[in-house]
């Protein structure tokens, strides 16, 4: 089995940061995709910032320039790094990931998800 391990949520006033960290562990094969969703009361779960198998990094426009996704390969961890947090980034923020257990076929994979609180 899979499993996606969150940490490093919180209460932050805006204009703060907070770092999220997500590590995959199990069988894996290969991790095609991982990266972080948002869910704030009421609405949809939505990407923040995903980074695929190649590297390349998408981010939602609402973060770009404030929020940096990297990821540490021998670890089969990504990072989040927030800054310039605003109220409107509060919500449960949810690790996902593609992974192959076996090739070729994926699945998704999800962690518990950890509250992200901006607020003075």
């Known amino acids: 089995q899979v499993q996606l391990v969150e940490s490093g949520g919180g209460l932050v006033q805006p204009g703060g940061s907070l770092r999220l960290s997500c590590a995959a562990s199990?069988?894996?094969?290969?991790?095609?995709?991982m990266g972080w969703y948002r869910q704030a009361p009421g609405k949809q779960r939505e990407l923040v910032a995903v980074i695929k198998y190649g590297g390349i990094t998408n981010y939602a426009d609402s973060v770009k320039g404030r929020f940096t996704l990297s990821r540490d390969n021998a670890k089969n961890s990504v990072y989040l790094q927030m800054n310039s947090l605003k109220p409107e980034d509060t919500a449960v923020y949810y690790c996902g990931a593609d992974i192959i257990r076996s090739w070729p076929t994926s699945a998704a994979y999800w962690g518990q998800g950890t509250q992200v609180t901006v607020s003075s």
């Open positions: 199990g069988s894996i094969f290969r991790i095609n995709a």
